[in-house]
């Protein structure tokens, strides 16, 4: 392979410059040119361009948005992660803490973590049946609303009054259904 080589002209002020750059960096000129266009192309920087006074003050920026961006994340955890974490923090401090214990110690260990697991099922079935329990109080609420909307008082000749139930008769039959057990 041959290598070619060509001439440009340069101010002699220029070229002292970049002679001694070259030789700072330990490099041929034609590396050091290279490595420089290669930089400019790679990070999209333009030489003519304006960074500012000095890079302090794209410094400053740079950490302007990364204090932003700490705000953002430290927002999302306090208010997303933090309650999340909160909850499995309260669920898990009733959990025994895994010590490191005596061969003999193992076997009450196991029963306590036993123990612990059959609470935290004990729990969660108490809370399901609590949840079935609040459907269940509800609908009779809405039951025993509806029944005394439809509750009139009628006081029609002589005689104690009497209430009248104005219901359909599949009304009647589902609440007759429902609490009349046999």
Do not use: C
């Not at 290598?3 to 002020?13: G, H, Y």
């Not at 400019?40 to 333009?46: D, G, R």
């Amino acid at each position: 392979m041959t290598v070619i080589f060509a001439r440009i002209q340069f101010r002699v002020e220029t070229i002292n410059r970049f002679r001694k750059f070259s030789k700072e960096l330990d490099h041929t000129h034609t590396e050091t040119l290279e490595a420089m266009m290669d930089f400019f192309v790679q990070y999209k920087i333009n030489p003519f361009g304006d960074l500012g006074k000095d890079l302090q003050g794209l410094e400053i920026n740079l950490k302007k948005r990364i204090n932003a961006l700490i705000a953002i994340v430290k927002d999302i955890e306090k208010h997303q992660t933090g309650p999340t974490t909160a909850m499995m923090q309260l669920l898990f401090e009733q959990a025994p803490r895994p010590t490191q214990s005596h061969p003999a110690h193992r076997e009450s260990q196991t029963r306590r973590n036993d123990n612990f697991f059959a609470t935290a099922q004990r729990g969660i079935e108490l809370e399901r049946e609590n949840t079935q329990l609040q459907q269940e109080l509800e609908r009779i609420k809405n039951d025993m609303e509806l029944l005394l909307s439809n509750a009139k008082i009628s006081t029609r000749g002589l005689g104690k009054p009497k209430i009248i139930l104005e219901l359909s008769k599949e009304e009647l039959e589902r609440l007759q259904k429902t609490y009349i057990t046999e």
